[in-house]
């Protein structure tokens, strides 16, 4: 009985609550005799395209600056990279391979994600310099410097001398629209690589390869030195210093990082939805991945990859099905956006009130 | 009713859990007199003072047993309040003052004067107005009582320190009915000056009819204030004594001498240090470390020696290896087998052979949350890039060499855990030890500086570990350098031994010098003079 | 002793302290001249948000004190208040009486939030701020479940202008026009003067009584100085003409410029006669001079016709000006009691306050009480003067645009005085109104003012909490 009671202490009472809520909602499906093998396709997809956001949190929580809330940061440049990648194609750039149109689609993306990577390190490297001053109120400084970020993309956004048609506004508009659709571009181009059917779920095997290979290497580098180190920066400064090891460097590694991927994964995500969001649609994102993360297993602390993958299989896969399921009950109803804040805010202040007692 | 004493406190005795911190110690002082209250560090002052506090610390691990009266009555005094209301006030180390208030704010924190309001009377005290003229009254007159004409209407983050200690001793005399009050370590932090002036208002307090319990090492500040005293060693009362029956060699003596446990038999202290040459040689080395400042310390040790730095808290011996691994910002000459340390590049020492184990098991020398093999090899992982493995274009750990070496390591210093993967977190307190002396170790180091070695660990391991430091000097010629502030176990396995006091070498001694040669060095300070 | 500081010294540390107030001067003025708008546009839209807002930044000032930080939490007073607005709409209260009912009902569920709110935060000592921030969002959560589920799915019912169709959840906007729009606004003066003439009365009669029963001084000849004046201004205005203008509820600004003028010249040569007289000082009372030249110069300045018609084009509405103004009073006389000295020790030091007997996690908790219940008490004097209830929008920006005034102001995490927090809601609303127009003159594009204004507002509050870190950290 004891053994069961530290377990579910440890186990935390929020993760619990979110699974039976989730396992609830596939028996409300069935109940409403809904299409449970494409929503199951539907969480898989969410699950692959959240992923490599989510997995952003690893590297920030490990090099000891918290759960990055200021993703937004990143995501701002993987936009950026997005969007010069679409300019490229009308440039001609993928000319040579307009023979076949899934290498062009590919080609256009993988550019896209140098430069999503390129522009988001250099972004982090700043970033990194700017949390690096605040030691101690790293979370609330980047809430904010991510929500200026987006602020200030939003003018960016105007004034920025993109000319693709598929991204500004046509005739009298001014600056780029608010949703751009990538289907000439790279929309589902990894969702699409060998992906398959099981019934009549689709299993979009290309993105699942690419977040699990993207996993892969993150993994690999906290096994390499230099990720040992930055663990040890991450976990207890003064030890660290006490090696000899620059605390600040690996910090802005960590963050670099981090915003990096944030960068990747934006793009990625945009490839599977389709479409590329600007303007204040990336605002909270950055909270939606640090719940996610905190979901699966990870605290402000202490944070591996095994606990961005199951967390965002429950935040996400929890979300694909209660859109639909609350459709059926209550049609036309925002129910499941509500639940999606309510739970999300919920595990980070959960989260948040734990923290004091893992002490350092 | 025995009005004589102001406070009694009588057959004392105090446990935290199975250690036993205070025994049967009694302490009595009457009113008006100035008693000082001296020890080593861990002979239990603090612990005492704690409980005449009533500080929560106490009452939550078992209380105390013995009784402690007050002007003839017994009192159970359970919390800060209670003391407050008995009589009792505390003149803080670290002041418990606010910068950003003006004097009279400072010194009726919690006790403000006020009138009521028509609010206060529908709902309650807490909404009554202060009564700023009174309070300024009452201030002045307490600074006056100490002979302090500071405006007290200035913000106190715009005094100097040495005010701000003035200021917190006048919000105890504004206290209604205070009889005792008790000054903790008072004069650590104050120059020279301050700390006159600081001894004549204890005087001037103590005239008053205000009893005075004075905690510190200083003995001339002893001699020159006190009027009795108390020395306590190892939790028990030595000695009780009036100033004008003793002196300073005397209190030395007591505050020092105590039977030395043979730690390490003789037999294995063989080794021949004639010819070595200089392993390391510190000149004028200053070290800004705030609790332990270092102002000028020169020394060579040999190759192969094993040499002990000693002396009492606060006094810089901890400051030096903090120095020396560049922890805290410092100066100096260091050479290392010849080759010179660069002080201000991180981690140059380890790159040059140091290694260093901490005093601050928890909060330097480990990684908590990780394995016990982790921690064992991060160093050489970090510093040496050993125990990795090819893995195509870079180099990832191998896991397999880090677990045998691990278990070797557990083995050799008998490291009680459940295996090398338990997470040091979990391990009691000497096996942490254990675990950060296997770290260090693992660097196969030329010079291996260990802080505190055996604080907190039982007599088994303790003789484990010393005998295990000898022997690896035998077997490596490797250099030891051990800090600590317990001289038994520094004159049992150490060479030579340097006593540091107020920042500075005081004597270089033998293991084998009297006590009171000991106890001397330790106590040597500047107020006054007697420099030797 | 403390040496003089050199001229150069001083005016460079001013500067510096207080750059951000500066830098949003800069660009308000900048931002007037480019948009090419006049005064009278400016001023009439300043002065309605002034008095939409400024009580809402005021309830941020308490827990800065208590060292609670910025509270991103207010949005829960705001929560509170709007729950009541609902069901003052529903069940079809209007006018004052709205208004009286409104804060009935939401003065104990701010207080019951004010205490959860209140409660986390002690658990989560150091990481108020983004507590505060994310119990926020969560906050709003619960809210749009009640709003949008419970009420019509759990709680029946009906009633076609307010509830979906369907009869599940409430529709977005719900229209105060008829109900409770201005039901504060529109008190008239000659009201607010009954009402306060009768309260003086009472007050001090319950003094004297208390003085009798306690057997104290009576200090009978101040009271009937008290009671004498009190009298005399009640008199005064059954007189005619000054009847007819009290019976109005809004003030022209150059009226209230006007009154505020004679107010400060009486006040200070009040002040001058007493000096002397008491404490027979010599010498020229050179603070009260000044304000009474202050003073004067504003009346000078409302003879120039730019200025004269912007001032008349502004009406100010009186009792939500006088709550503003109450609040400030409350705020200095709430510092100066017991409870507000403790809040002070607790906000600058736990430790210091927790060994002085003061119990550290009940003042942080009443704290948030009375910083919650100001803050719903502000959000209906915003609805009651937009006229419109948002239902889901209204209290979502809050606390941000709050938040972003009073740092506007010069406040800061530590330290946030009812000065600043009054300089900020007028700087930040100035550039709030001129960003749009702004925008339209430099770029063509009205929206870049938009997207400027929420920025500005985001990078004051970074910028704010990335120079507390920096300054707590040496």
Partial sequence: MNIMKKGLQSFGLPRIIIICFFLLLFVLAGVYQMDVQTLLGDVLRRWAMYGILVLAMVPSIQCGIGPNFGLTIGISGGLVGALVSIELRDLGFYVSFDSNPRLSMLVGILVAIILALLISSIMGIFYGLLINRVKGSEMTVSTYVGFSIVAFMNMMWLLLPFKSSTSIWPLGGTGLRNTISLDENFSRVFNNILGFYIGRTYVPTGMIIVFLLTCLCVWLFTRSRSGVIMQAAGANPAYAKAAGINVDKMRIIGTTISTALGGMGIVCYAQSYGFLQLYNAPLMMGFHCVAAALIGGASIGKARILHVILGTFLFQGMIAVALPVANQILPESSLSEVFRIIISNGIILYALSKAKEEIR | ?532 | MIEQKSSNAYVKDLLLNNSVVILFVVLCVGSFFVSGTTLNYLLPELFIRISRNTFMVLSLLIPVVAGLGLNFGIVVGAVAAQIAVFWVVYWGFSGFTGILLCILICTPLAVLFGYGVGALFNRMKGSEMIGGLVMGYFFDGLYQLLFLYIIGGIIPVSNPTMIIAGGIGVKNTIDLMGNLKYSLDNVPMIAILDVVFWIVIILTSIQLIYRLIKKQELRLKKALLVLSLAVIIYALSYVPALSSFLSTDRLLLLNAIELGVLATCIYNIFRIIRRRKEYETTGLPKKELLYIAVALAAYAITYIPVFESAFVAVRLPVLTYICIGGLCVFMSWFLNTRLGQNMSTVGQSRTVATSSGINVDRTRIIAMIMSTVLASYGQLISLQNIGTFSTYGAHTQVGQFAIAALLVGGASVHRATTKQAVLGVILFHTLFILSPLAGKALFGNAQIGEYFRVFVAYGVIAMALALHAWRSKK
């Fill in chain 2, 1 to 532: 009713m025995d009005d004589e004493y102001v406070l009694q406190m009588q057959h004392i005795t105090k446990n935290y859990g199975s250690n036993q911190v205070l025994y049967d110690v009694s302490i009595s002082v009457k009113p008006g007199e100035i008693h000082a209250l001296m020890g080593e560090n861990g002979a239990g002052k603090s612990t005492l003072m704690n409980i005449l506090f009533g500080m929560s610390m106490i009452h939550s691990t078992g209380g105390y047993e013995g009784t402690v009266l007050i002007n003839g009555e017994e009192v159970k005094i359970m919390s800060p309040q209670q003391a407050m209301e008995a009589g009792i006030g505390m003149v803080h180390q670290e002041f418990m003052l606010i910068p950003g208030f003006t004097v009279t704010e400072n010194i009726k924190i919690g006790r403000e004067i006020t009138t009521p309001t028509i609010a206060s009377l529908v709902f309650g005290k807490d909404l009554e107005k202060l009564d700023r003229k009174k309070m300024a009254q009452d201030a002045r007159q307490a600074l006056n009582t100490i002979g302090m004409d500071i405006d007290e209407n200035t913000r106190l983050g715009t005094l100097p320190v040495g005010y701000m200690q003035f200021v917190e001793i006048a919000r105890e005399i504004d206290k209604t009915g205070v009889k005792l009050l008790v000054f903790d370590e008072p004069t650590a932090v104050l120059t020279e000056s301050e700390a006159e002036r600081l001894l004549e208002v204890m005087r001037m307090i103590s005239s008053k009819g205000i009893a005075i319990i004075f905690i510190t090492h200083r003995l001339r500040e002893v001699m020159d204030t006190a009027d009795s005293m108390t020395v306590l060693r190892d939790g028990e009362c030595v000695a009780r004594r009036t100033i004008s029956e003793t002196n300073e060699i005397e209190i030395a003596e007591l505050m020092v001498g105590r039977k030395i446990e043979k730690l390490v038999d003789d037999s294995v202290k063989t080794y021949d240090l004639a010819g070595s040459r200089v392993a390391v040689s510190i000149k004028d080395l200053v070290v800004d470390m705030p609790s332990e400042r270092v102002r000028n310390v020169s020394l060579d040790i040999l190759e192969g020696e094993i040499f002990g730095i000693g002396g009492l808290a606060g006094q810089g011996k901890v400051g030096i290896v903090n120095g020396l691994m560049g922890m805290y910002p410092a100066l100096g000459e260091i050479t290392v087998m010849g080759e010179y340390l660069e002080l201000d590049k991180l981690g140059d020492a380890i790159h040059k052979g140091f290694a260093f184990v901490s005093e601050d098991r928890r909060g330097v020398g480990l990684l908590l949350d990780e394995s016990i093999e982790n921690n064992i090899v991060f160093n050489a992982i970090n510093i040496k890039k050993e125990y990795l493995s090819n893995f195509g274009i870079t180099k990832l750990i191998n896991t397999r060499a880090i677990r045998r070496h691990a278990q070797e390591m557990i083995r050799i210093l008998d490291i009680r855990c459940t295996g090398p993967q338990q997470k040091t977190g979990s391990l009691s307190g000497g096996n942490q030890q254990k675990v950060c002396l296997a770290g260090a170790l693992t660097l196969n180091p030329r010079v291996l500086m260990v802080s505190e070695p055996t604080r907190g660990i039982d007599i088994g391991a303790k003789k484990l570990i010393l005998e295990y430091l000898v022997k690896l000097r035998e077997k490596e010629k490797t250099t030891i350098i051990i800090i600590s502030s317990e001289l038994a176990e520094l004159r049992s396995i150490c060479d030579r031994i340097a006593i540091v006091s107020d920042g500075r070498i005081s004597e270089i001694l033998k293991p084998d010098a009297s006590d009171a040669d000991f106890g001397l060095a330790m106590s040597n300070l500047r107020v006054g003079g007697d420099q030797k």
